[in-house]
């Protein structure tokens, strides 16, 4: 028997990060579980929102990625589907995220609307409506 694929996506986050209390507050999330360096920090966090898994992980040499931070870009935009697209960019602006492009209809059938967090990762909050 073969089960679904499911994308779990990775996030880099710099060094020396300690408070991942934004996702948490900004998009509900629950941390599974958490594995840390000897001095506290983040090297690997796993995350869901409402059984959708992704991880932070802390930049290292190991790892081809880097924090969006470094390079002042992300080539990433990670789409969160939720039922109401402005009370969830409005709470993640409440929790510190930077917004990127207010809540509007397209034509093509989405609500959407843009957030940058404080990591640098951009997130592109949406509806098919």
Excluded at 24 to 44: C, K, M, P, Q, Y
Excluded at 112 to 120: A, I, K
């Amino acid at each position: 028997m073969t089960s679904k694929p499911t994308f779990a996506p990775q996030l880099v986050i710099p060094n020396g990060v300690t408070d991942i209390s934004f996702y948490i507050n900004a998009f509900g999330a629950t941390e599974l579980r958490r594995f840390s360096n000897d001095d506290g920090t983040i090297h690997v966090s796993e995350l869901s929102i409402n059984g959708a898994l992704f991880h932070l992980h802390e930049q290292t040499q190991r790892i081809a990625a880097v924090s969006p931070d470094t390079h002042k870009s992300t080539t990433v935009t990670i789409g969160l589907f939720v039922d109401d697209v402005h009370a969830v960019v409005e709470q993640a602006i409440k929790s510190g995220a930077r917004l990127q492009s207010a809540v509007q209809d397209y034509d093509y059938g989405y609500r959407q609307g843009e957030v940058v967090d404080p990591f640098g990762h951009q997130w592109l909050i949406e509806k098919a409506i």
